[in-house]
């Protein structure tokens, strides 16, 4: 039997953009309605001098009127593009939200494929998605599990009731967390109160 000869090659290192997004990847955060999931987003890439482009599928109210700045593409508009749509390259694109944006494409395989060709070979992809609705447990994505195991980060927001003051312990405000569920080559902490809202 011939000698097998593989070569060798090392990992890319992991480059992270906005604390807790992966460089190049395709990232997913998601959490319930209202928690403020595309703000924080943009402004953890804004803190950062990224300038994301926004393909928003839902028209929210503006993330400018948080002081929010990006690029914003009417997600409608993009779908019907296609392949034509200019997309430049080493650019992070928030998509919003997962949901909506199957509505229009028409299955979350076909979605799939698009992010894929946004995300080219340089591009950083940030998906935002919701909480299934299930009531014992609320960290489960609206999103098919094949898509979610295949994703770089996945990262679950979740609101964070703050407590009342006693006579030994000072009050604590309601906050945002934001839970590091994964991410390769991520070295801080798992779970993150009171995140970029």
Partial sequence: MKDCVMSVEDYKPVELV?????????NMIYGASGLGKTVSTIKALNAEDIEPILIDF?????????????????????VAKGKDLQVPSNCVI????????T??????????????????DTNT??????????ATKKDIPDVDEKIVNHLSA???MYYQPGKAKTAKTPAKPDSVGLEVLKLRGYKGPRKIMSWMR
């Fill in 103 to 120: 509505a229009v494409v028409g299955s979350e395989s076909t979605l799939l494929d698009w992010v894929k060709m946004l995300q080219g």
């Fill in 125 to 134: 992809i940030i998906l935002i998605a919701h909480n299934k609705d299930i």
């Fill in 18 to 26: 906005g604390g807790v997004f992966r460089k190049g990847g395709i």
């Fill in 154 to 156: 996945k990262l679950h």
């Fill in 58 to 78: 839902d028209e929210n109210d503006s993330p400018a009127d948080n002081n929010c700045h990006y690029t914003h593409v009417l997600g409608t508009r993009a």
């Fill in 94 to 101: 928030v998509i919003d939200t997962w949901v909506s944006a």
